[in-house]
């Protein structure tokens, strides 16, 4: 399969980057963030998430997020909402778009969700109605597709299974996820043949970690695959709370750097995503995540 001229990046880490950091970060820094996220092209933001402070405590004010952030005309400002009392939450802050998550692993569901994988999908059928009723689009995750730091290596068909059921009852867009980063190029095909037998390729997605330094030759190998949209993390912010020694996801300068050099189009600036990496790294005083990030502010 030739490789697509464009792909949509998913920008997760004002959300997925920020959610396991143990330091307090202030409104007004992920405000900053978001916008200079903006700034940098990106048309699809995952701002904040409506979930209990007491499970994920830095989503906290992600209504005073939303609140803040300099709106742009083209670009889709999205919410992850675990039910429907999140959902509520982010329609009064007006969010756009939301996002609903399930995994392809019970033992991974039970400690993240304390739920089976069945209860957690019935429990978006309210949250699905009432996001069609307001007219919001929801997307889907799927996590644990490539391999469970609990149940250890996930079948493909289970992969298909869970994606097929949130595709069925209304996601536009599957996001198929790495949450541990164990995942080989090989394994991504196989898993992409097996769940695009049942959903469009272009209603999925890629989501992949990079705790075995495999993310970029997964990406590749989904590009392979038809798979146009990915997601990412500016400076490789992120892991997951609920995986042991998962580290961040891609960093988007890095995905960028490659579909770049693929002749791929992003409308993404890299120099302006670097100093928005590099900003949110100082503000959280930790190393940048990004291999090219830090390649090229230190020529």
Known sequence: MSLPKSVRLVEVGPRDGLQNEKQPISVADKVRLVDDLTAAGLSYIEVGSFVSP???????????VFAGIQRQPGVTYAALTPNLKGLEAALEAKVEEVAVFAAASEAFSQKNINCSIADSLQRFV??????KAADVRVRGY????????????IAPEQVASVARELYAMGCYEVSLGDTIGTGTAGKTRSMLEVVGRDIP???????FHDTYGQALANI?????EGINVFDSSVAGLGGCPYAKGATGNVATEDVLYLLQGLGIETGVEIDKLIAAGQRICNVLGKANGSRVARARLSR
């Open 54 to 64: 007491k499970w994920v405590p830095q989503m906290a004010g992600s209504a005073e």
């Open 126 to 131: 309210p949250l699905m109605e009432a996001a």
């Open 142 to 153: 799927v996590s644990c597709v490539l391999g469970c730091p609990y149940d250890g290596e």
């Open 201 to 207: 390729r272009d209603r999925l997605a890629g989501h």
């Open 220 to 224: 590749y190998a989904s590009l392979l």
